[in-house]
């Protein structure tokens, strides 16, 4: 089968296709027939290294990309009964050495995939699962009450879009940081006050929350800079891993999004809430799964309103 891979790391250009043998569905696993695979910031970050010491026992070549659409082929033994062969399907991968979602054919946990959204196609599909899970995460972990005050960075972004629409279906008020040319994107998916985006975002929010939000999700990884916008006490999720310290006895926890990779229900739920509307499903350029490295040039180059996708039909 076709892979997308790479075997050191490096800048876009050590991604190569590569011929894999095709992957066997073992017990309580199945076999997709991928079509769409997202990309996103976290596969460039396995691509330059980021990730290596995760990896240190497995050998390469490594195969990027954690969300996977297409077509069910093959049922492991014990594979769980809700799924079938022919099924569309949307899966949340962990990458670990040629397990990731960037190949024709991939095998994954059963409890990991859920139907693809009626009403989808495979590119749309493949842009929902690790985005939204990660929102659903940082919302769960910040467990805020209904009707209190969420500040969102990066709110633009695939993760802070998705962050705005389940927070608002959560009952929550939402503050959102967005460039002149965002506002009106970010007013869409929701929020109900936006501030101008960029190192004074923290002062911004405090002009509208003077004593502080109770949560925010860093969406831009701002890190200390929005610090500052959380009330004594409150609660910040960061999404790249950073752990603080902050002052003034806030909360901050880094989320992983592999966490919930199990968690079928979670993933269900998301699915169910793409198909209803409460959740939008942004696709910025489709490319062949050939032009991964371009791909991942135009990632890194930023400004993207939704994600890329690689096309493996």
């Known amino acids: 089968m076709k892979a997308i891979a790479l075997t050191t790391y490096g800048g876009p250009d050590v991604l190569r296709e590569v011929d894999l043998p095709t992957p066997e569905a073992g017990p309580g696993e199945v076999r997709i027939r991928v079509h769409a695979a997202a990309v ?38 014990g594979a769980d009964g809700r799924l079938s062969v022919g099924q569309r399907v949307v899966a949340l991968v962990v990458p670990t050495g040629p397990r990731g979602a960037y190949a024709e054919q991939i095998v994954v946990p059963a409890e990991s995939v859920v139907p693809a959204p009626a009403g989808t196609d495979h590119a749309e599909a493949a842009t929902l699962l690790m985005n939204a899970a990660t929102a659903r995460l940082a919302l769960d972990t910040l467990a805020l009450p209904k009707g209190a005050t969420l500040a969102v960075t990066g709110a633009a972004g695939a993760v802070g879009g998705y962050t705005i629409e389940l927070a608002k279906a959560d009952g929550l008020t939402v503050v959102a940081d967005a460039a002149p040319h965002d ?14 985006r960029g190192t004074d975002v923290a002062a911004r929010i405090r002009e509208l929350a003077p004593a502080g939000v109770p949560g925010l999700v860093d969406g831009s990884d701002q890190r200390e800079e929005a610090v500052p916008a959380v009330a004594d006490g409150g609660a910040f999720v960061a999404l790249r891993g950073w752990q603080g310290p902050a002052e003034r006895a806030i909360t901050v926890t880094p989320v992983f999004v592999a966490s919930v990779r199990g968690d079928t229900a979670l993933l269900d739920t998301l699915r169910l809430q793409a198909e209803q509307g409460v959740l939008s499903l942004r696709v910025a350029k489709v490319l062949p799964a050939s032009d991964a490295a371009e791909a991942h040039r135009l990632l890194e180059a930023g400004g993207l309103r939704g994600r890329l996708v690689l096309d493996f039909s």
């Open 40 to 77: 996103n910031p976290t596969d460039a970050m396995l691509r330059t290294g980021v990730y290596a010491a995760r990896t240190t026992d497995v050998p390469p070549p490594y195969v990027p990309g954690m969300d996977a659409a297409g077509v069910i082929d093959q049922l492991g033994p």
């Open 183 to 196: 506002r009106g994107l970010v007013r869409g998916f929701g929020a109900d006050h936006l501030v101008d």
